[in-house]
């Protein structure tokens, strides 16, 4: 008789791999596959040898095992590959049977293959998987949303895989309808650039404004980890500026300064501008790295354009630990604009997300797990609908008592001429936030005075609009179709 299997799992790559191991080691019988069936082979006489995984050759081989209702994962590259396997499984499945895209796709896809693979009379869940290779094989984070009928058959395994809090509870739970799960994952990405970023930005000042070896640079972020900054990104920051070459330098120091980048945090700057929501933090983050891919051209324009030299005796004695309060603070206003822009996308598709439980799914397993996305849960479990985690009574006082310093680590760095992107534009977020009054009245009458486009009046009810002559020659006519 032919062994049966849970779920099927297809793409071998180190991600599935790891999955698939991570589901054998919690108890369930997984069948697998790949394009390239020689890795099959080897996964099975390596990795997997002396364990119940199944190997299948083929999409219908893989099929064939698995018991009803039929679910089938996809750990494959994102675009294409994704559509051409879905068109592929729907002859072989059943009405009720489930497929799963486990990969990094754009919520938007996901949304449309809900769509299709729904109307096929199948199942479909576009699911974020964070954590890396590491968290595929001890615990991840997971994001599942699609189908909701498909949840209660992928629950108990899902859950069962997934990273666990210190109270036991998963980092697995269903996000929402259609793309919801991808776009969740797309925001975590987004603000991972930015957590990313506000970190390069320490090392930066530390290093090249204080003059630290990489020994003190690393003791600093050790201590950091101990305290409100204790996340996986602090900690493995730590490890990393402790690391030394073969010949004892400092490692850091022998990789190019060109960043790269997959397209998640471009998709999260692209969304903001979508939908209105000023995530400059995540903008910027992917900015930075787009600016360091210009090497050759930093190194020239390093040979003739001026600016000053930092002097690390400018800095009082306490430096380090400001521009500590600066990083937590950017990273504050980062996040609260990563949910800002959940809620307006929620409104935008219909989703119904809890953005505390949303933030308890980050809380172990994923790259930007941190300690303060407990205090992110308890802000909005205790006001649901709360309009900015600025507003919330923790975060009010955490950006009182770091925001002089962090006002501070901004303005030294201009002094010094360090790019410092990201502090400066959450400063600038935070400030235009608190300001009860912008100066967008004047762009609001230039917009109206060359282009019509009307504005409203201070003493008049929002919603009434009035137009100017400015010229006398403009007429009462406003704008139609011409937009500035």
Request: proline share 4%.
């Amino acid at each position: 008789m032919e062994r049966t299997a849970d779920i099927g799992l297809i793409g071998l790559a180190v991600m599935g791999q790891n999955l698939v191991l991570n589901m054998n080691d919690s108890g369930y019988t997984v069948v697998v596959s790949n394009r390239t069936t020689s890795k099959v082979d080897e996964f099975l006489a390596g990795p997997a040898a002396g364990t119940a995984i199944i190997g299948a050759h083929t999409i219908e081989d893989l099929v064939g095992h698995l018991t009803k209702p039929r679910r089938v994962m996809l750990m494959i590259k994102a675009g294409d590959p994704v559509d051409e396997l879905i068109q592929q499984l729907i002859p072989l499945l059943e009405p009720g049977d489930i497929i799963i895209d486990g990969g990094n796709s754009n919520f938007q896809d996901t949304i449309r293959r809900t769509t299709e693979v729904e109307s096929a009379g199948l199942l479909y869940v576009g699911m974020g998987v964070s954590g890396g290779e590491e968290g595929a094989r001890t615990g991840p984070s997971m994001m599942p949303g699609g189908s909701a009928a498909a949840w209660p058959h992928i629950k108990e395994l899902f859950q069962s895989v997934a990273a666990k809090v210190s109270d036991g509870t998963p980092t697995c739970d269903w996000v929402g309808s259609d793309g919801a799960g991808h776009y969740v994952k797309m925001v975590h990405n987004g603000i991972e650039y930015g957590d990313m970023q506000v970190i390069a930005e320490a090392y930066h000042l530390l290093s090249v404004g204080l003059g630290m070896d990489h020994d003190a640079m690393a003791a600093v972020f050790a201590r950091w980890s101990t305290g409100r900054l204790d996340s996986f990104l602090i900690d493995i920051t730590a490890e990393i500026l402790a690391t030394r070459d073969a010949d004892g330098h400092p490692l850091v120091e022998r990789i190019v300064d060109a960043a790269g980048q997959k397209g998640t945090g471009k998709w999260t700057a692209i969304s903001a501008l979508d939908l209105g929501m000023p995530v400059t933090l995540v903008a910027e983050a992917v900015f930075a790295r787009i600016v360091s891919a210009l090497k050759d051209e930093r190194v020239a324009a390093s040979q003739v354009l001026t600016g000053p030299t930092p002097d690390p005796g400018e800095a009082p004695d306490d430096f380090a630990d400001a521009i500590g309060a600066a990083l937590y603070a950017s990273k504050i206003v980062s996040y609260a604009q990563g949910f800002m822009l959940l809620k307006s996308a929620a409104e935008e598709h219909h989703w119904d997300l809890d953005y505390g439980r949303i933030a308890g799914l980050w809380r172990e397993g994923c790259i930007i797990r941190a300690a303060f996305l407990d205090d992110i849960t308890k802000a909005f479990k205790m006001t649901p609908d709360l309009a900015s985690l600025l507003v919330a009574p923790f975060f009010q006082a955490a950006i009182d008592v770091t925001q002089a310093q962090w006002r501070e680590v901004v303005a030294m760095a201009v002094r010094w001429g360090i790019p410092v992107p990201a502090y400066s534009t959450a400063l600038a977020f935070y400030d235009s936030y608190r300001s009860a009054r912008l100066p967008a009245n004047l762009i609001q009458a230039q917009r109206d005075y060359f282009g019509a486009h009307t504005y409203e009046r201070t003493d008049q009810p929002r919603g009434t609009w009035f137009h100017t002559n400015w010229t006398g020659e403009g007429g009462d006519v406003t704008a139609g179709s011409y937009d500035a």
